[in-house]
């Protein structure tokens, strides 16, 4: 039997059974990765020798307890800019390419708290800015979909690691849709939950106020048994929400009679592929068939989402990325004259040119000329948002919509650079605005590529999305 091929709670019933271990699926998982990652790169690194001194651990454990966590003996990835203790965390920039994380992020030490194997840490665009994996220090990502195409970003090592198998599961981050937009390029689930629901202690910050951890499984239930495992409140992290804990399994509901569906017409725009349109509608209609009541509504604040999306975040990188100056962090040039002259070097030679380019422009919004007539206006519209969505989820469970505004497209192509490519983001970065959940689940494919069908929801309302989610591909794919 290929491990490889079963899904996080086949493997935990195996478990459990005492069918297999968890050196068993390592051992599998690992294989895997020597199969396919030269012809992917998902991974800047593999940790085998501590994968397989781990799953011993955890084996031994197993034979001593009666009962064993849901994660237990799991093998699993995380984006490189979340710490693990004593293993790098480069942020696939040259910058920090040899920098050795000192403590484990809350998300790190609670999976491994519940027997999970991190067995390495996934490629991804640089500081994750970008949308198809291509400005990585380490080299692009394919989709193990279609080689010659991105996997999308920042987190396409993520999804990709998922989608091809190496995984069963991969923990990564969204700024502005960093963990849905890939995972419906690769053909997976992928969960950005509320602000707040998973600590951000030691995720290296890109945009401290939209920054999110989240989660990429092969399917629903595995995504809900991975929240249950990495949610909850943190001491180390302000933002972190302080409330009990909830078992997202038990939204695991093959039923969703009388539950209302928003589908808002901004989402469905003419940079929206005519195909992906049709195809989204089309399984918005089978949610009908299931027993959802569906309207048309308006959010019309959300033409002005993606631009304050990108004021705010390039302002919030520009500080953000400030302490990397080879002094306190980060890459030290060999040759300068001065205390000034090394600072420059280390920062223009450390980054790559699309972190640069955004820090650029992050500093020319906050300058006292520009700080009123860009920022203020942005703050102002994220508001407006905020107060939109609300009125909306006064009256609806969820809000669908397509994922993407395109299919994975081919590496090194128009939308991987320049003013084309920022509007690839246009549909998943208002939750990222309003720090509402939202999740991504495959819908279909076109042309043999993945698409992906956008579920949001309202803040700490994820039991809707996993009503929806579960049910959808209960029904559409059984």
Do not use: W
């Not at 979340?82 to 910058?95: P, R, Y």
């Not at 390029?185 to 969960?191: A, D, E, F």
């Not at 804990?245 to 725009?269: A, C, H, S, V």
């Not at 942005?378 to 107060?387: D, G, M, Q």
Request: with cysteine; charged share 25%; proline share 3%.
């Amino acid at each position: 039997m290929d491990l490889t091929h079963l899904t996080i709670h086949d493997l935990i019933d195996l478990l459990r059974k005492k069918e297999i271990n968890s050196q068993d699926i390592v051992k599998s998982y690992l294989k895997r990765i020597s199969e396919t990652e030269s012809d992917l790169n998902s991974f800047i690194s593999v940790f085998e020798d501590y994968a397989i001194k781990r799953a011993k651990q955890v084996d031994d454990t197993i034979i001593r307890m009666k009962t064993i966590s849901d994660l237990a003996g799991i093998p699993c990835s995380i984006k490189d800019n979340i710490m693990v203790e004593g293993f790098k965390t480069t942020c696939a920039s040259k910058m920090m390419k040899d920098f050795i994380a000192p403590y484990d992020a809350t998300v790190s030490k609670k999976l491994k708290e519940d027997g999970a194997i991190i067995i390495g840490k996934n490629n991804m665009d640089e500081f994750a800015m970008g949308s198809s994996n291509e400005t990585s220090y380490f080299n692009s990502t394919k989709n193990p979909v279609d080689k010659s195409r991105v996997p999308g970003g920042s987190s396409g090592g993520s999804a990709a690691s998922v989608a091809s198998r190496q995984v069963l599961f991969s923990i990564a981050s969204s700024t502005g849709g960093s963990v849905r937009q890939p995972a419906s390029y690769c053909g997976v689930v992928g969960l950005k939950p509320t602000y707040g629901l998973i600590s951000r202690y030691g995720l290296v910050s890109f945009a401290s106020s939209l920054d999110q951890i989240g989660i990429i499984t092969k399917n629903v239930e595995d995504c809900a048994i991975v929240l249950n495992s990495v949610s909850g409140n943190d001491k180390f992290d302000s933002t972190s929400i302080n409330r009990e804990k909830e078992n997202y399994r038990e939204y695991l509901i093959d039923n969703i009679k009388g539950m209302k569906i928003g589908i808002p017409r901004e989402y469905f725009g003419s940079e929206v592929d005519e195909r992906i349109r049709e195809k989204v509608l089309e399984e918005i209609m089978f949610l009908e068939r299931l027993g959802a009541n569906i309207d048309e509504i308006s959010l019309p604040t959300t033409e002005y989402a993606l631009s304050a999306y990108y004021i705010i975040s390039l302002v919030e990188a520009s500080s953000n990325l400030g302490r990397f100056d080879g002094i306190r962090y980060g890459y030290r040039s060999d040759n300068y004259s001065s205390i000034e002259d090394l600072i420059i070097k280390n920062r223009s030679e450390g980054f790559g040119e699309e972190v640069k380019k955004r820090i650029l422009i992050g500093n020319y919004f906050l300058s006292s000329s520009n700080y009123e007539k860009y920022y203020e206006k942005a703050c102002k519209i994220r508001t407006l948002l905020k107060n939109e969505y609300e009125n909306i989820f006064r009256k609806y469970d969820v809000l669908i919509t397509p994922t993407t505004i395109n299919l994975p497209f081919k590496l090194g192509s128009k939308e991987s650079n320049g003013e084309y490519g920022h509007i690839l983001d246009k549909l998943t970065t208002p939750a990222n605005l309003v720090g509402i959940p939202a999740m991504t689940i495959p819908c279909g494919k076109i042309d043999n590529l993945p698409i992906g069908m956008q579920i949001m929801s309202n803040r700490l309302n994820e039991k809707a999305i996993f009503k929806i989610a579960y049910a959808y591909e209960k029904n559409k794919v059984c």
